[in-house]
């Protein structure tokens, strides 16, 4: 069970737009369409921003968006606002005989 | 509206035990699968345990296989998870997660309960 591959930090400032990517194998990311993404700011409980690698939860605003190819998915914010810095984690449905969820290594979303 | 409030953190030796539990509120338990999910002081989200509907199926992270149990009580609206023969590293806070209609699909999660482990 290892962990998913992100970017330790990413950057933009209000208004342009960032993509974090989320780095797996054949037996997550690339097998299964079960990607999510969380949201966490500091002392706080995640978020769930994405799931099913594109679809959003309700309240969500639409400038959050996914896409996955192969075994690497990808979260994309645009038109970034300050309310969107803050630790991003992807997460993945993983079957190489037990089922299991992995979790990215986080990425830091600072907003310039 | 949902909630879940994890309790039963606390500091304990290595080698000790804890039981959490997690109370589950404006949704009707038995119909969800649930999870727990930890994070490290200062580290990212690590999966844990997953506990089917009605209990009868329960998958663990590597790192806590044969130490901890998931159970959950649907008739108390709780889920627990107990641990045993805890290490340093495993402090950290423990959440607990509703999965939504998607494997993985953490939708709803509680505030968290700190767990420390240290002599």
């Known amino acids: 069970q290892s962990a998913l591959t992100q970017p330790a930090s990413v950057s933009g400032s209000p208004g342009q737009s960032i993509t974090i990517s989320c780095t797996g194998t054949?037996?997550?990311?690339?097998?299964?369409?079960?990607v999510s993404w969380y949201q966490q700011h500091p002392g706080k409980a995640p978020k769930l921003m994405l799931y099913?690698?594109?679809d959003r939860p309700s309240g969500v605003p639409d400038r959050f968006s996914g896409s996955k190819s192969g075994s690497t998915a990808s979260l994309t914010i645009s038109g970034l606002q300050a309310e969107d810095e803050g630790d991003y984690y992807c997460?993945?449905?993983?079957?190489?005989?037990?089922?299991?969820?992995?979790f990215g290594g986080g990425t830091k979303l600072t907003v310039l | 509206d949902v909630q879940l409030v994890e309790s039963g953190g606390g500091l304990v030796q290595p080698g000790g035990s804890l039981r959490l539990s997690c109370a589950a509120s404006?949704?009707?338990?038995?119909?969800?699968?649930m999870h727990w999910v930890r994070q490290a002081p200062g580290r990212g989200l690590e999966w844990v345990s997953h506990?089917?509907?009605?209990?009868?199926?329960?998958l663990y992270g590597d790192s806590v296989k044969g130490r901890f149990t998931i159970s959950r009580d649907n008739a108390r609206n709780s889920l627990f998870l107990q641990m045993n023969s805890l290490r340093v590293e495993d402090s950290g806070v423990y959440y607990c997660?509703?999965?939504?209609?998607?494997?993985?699909?953490?939708?709803?999660w509680g505030q968290g309960t700190l767990v420390t482990v240290s002599s």
């Open positions: 506990s089917s509907e009605i209990g009868a199926n329960a």
């Open positions: 404006g949704f009707t338990l038995n119909t969800y699968k």
């Open positions: 997660a509703r999965e939504g209609g998607v494997p993985g699909d953490f939708d709803w």
């Open positions: 099913a690698v594109t």
């Open positions: 054949s037996s997550d990311v690339g097998g299964y369409n079960y």
């Open positions: 997460s993945s449905y993983s079957n190489s005989g037990t089922p299991a969820w992995l």
